[in-house]
């Protein structure tokens, strides 16, 4: 099954369906689930480093019979990597790891830095580095420069911090990662994103955990009228806004459903986006106050771009 693809602000081409990894860490699990999204159609993989499984994936990518160049591999800095010096040999782990000679994506996971001896995602205060965010841009510019890497963007950046980045970057961000569904639907940073050429993609799409998008029963609803699944209509819904969509699973089933979209009614579209929930499922600032201007922009400012 084919997948469109969206243009990114360097010509690239991305499709608008990936499989996302983040929290699938059981042992030969990924390394199926790799191997089988790619047979059935998909052609986005999405990574990081901190999730720990990039050599899962990179074991799997070298079996899929698939070109490396119709395949779209992202991943992401971790936050202990932010020094500038310390950009190159990051991004030499990360295609180490997934066994490529580059990515077509490199995102900055996060906008604030971590000291470099930390390696886990669970971290203090008093862990955080100042490390200004154009120093860690600048020099992910220059592994464009170097082809390791064809593109380069951000995660979880509010429009604050991109009005401040913006004229200072020499190669513009292609992508924002950030957490949208419809509890989350960041109307006014995704706007913001789209006006400047930023190709928005969309973690978390279905909400889960507490945050239970699937049992909405407007969205129910739409399902039954489409003779789809909840998560088929919230992934729609994200395509509609014109947002890239990474939904995670491990079966079968549910991989090829995420594969078929629905067209969604323009008064179903509206629908969904008057839903007034506001849910957030990753919010560093609920454990580290000092991060309060990450997600909370009208509260605090980023203190170094």
């Known amino acids: 099954m084919s997948v469109k693809n969206i243009k990114l602000n360097n010509g690239l081409e991305m499709p608008e369906i990936g499989l996302g990894t983040w929290k699938a860490d059981e042992t030969g699990v990924l390394y199926e689930t790799v191997k089988k999204a790619v047979e059935l159609g998909y ?40 020094r500038p010096e310390l950009v190159p040999g990051a991004i030499d782990d990360i295609l180490s790891e997934l066994g490529i000679e580059y990515l077509d994506m490199l995102l900055m996971h996060w906008p604030y830095a971590l000291k470099p ?9 008093s862990d955080l580095e100042s490390v200004p965010i154009m ?50 639907q960041e109307k006014a940073l995704v706007k913001y994103c789209q006006q400047q050429g930023i190709v928005v993609t969309g973690y978390c799409p279905l909400g889960g955990g507490s945050i239970s998008v699937m049992n909405d029963e407007l969205i129910k609803r739409i399902a039954d009228a489409h003779s789809c699944t909840p998560a088929q209509v919230a992934l729609s819904w994200l395509l509609a806004r014109g947002i890239v969509v990474i939904p995670k699973s491990n079966h079968e089933v549910r991989l090829k459903q995420n594969l078929r979209t629905v067209t969604l009614t323009s008064d179903e579209i509206r629908m969904i986006g008057c839903i007034k929930k506001c849910e957030r499922k990753v919010d560093p600032s609920r454990d580290i106050e000092e991060l309060k201007w990450v997600f909370h922009e009208d509260q605090a400012e980023c203190p170094l771009i």
């Not at 001896?117 to 205060?125: I, K, S, Y």
């Not at 963007?153 to 913006?166: A, P, T, Y």
Request: hydrophobic share 35%.
């Open 135 to 184: 120093d860690t841009w600048r020099a992910m510019e220059q592994l464009v420069d170097q082809g390791k890497v064809r593109a380069i963007g951000v995660s979880n950046f509010n429009q604050s911090i991109l009005e401040k980045m913006l004229p200072q970057c020499r190669i513009k961000p292609a992508n924002n990662q950030i957490e949208v569904h419809p509890y989350n």
């Open 117 to 125: 001896e930390l390696e886990t995602a669970d971290f203090v205060a």
């Open 43 to 82: 052609r986005h993989i999405d990574c990081a480093k901190i999730y720990k499984n990039q050599p899962e994936i990179g074991r799997a990518l070298k079996e899929v019979n698939v070109p490396r160049d119709q395949l779209f591999i992202v991943s992401k800095i971790f936050q202990n990597k932010h």
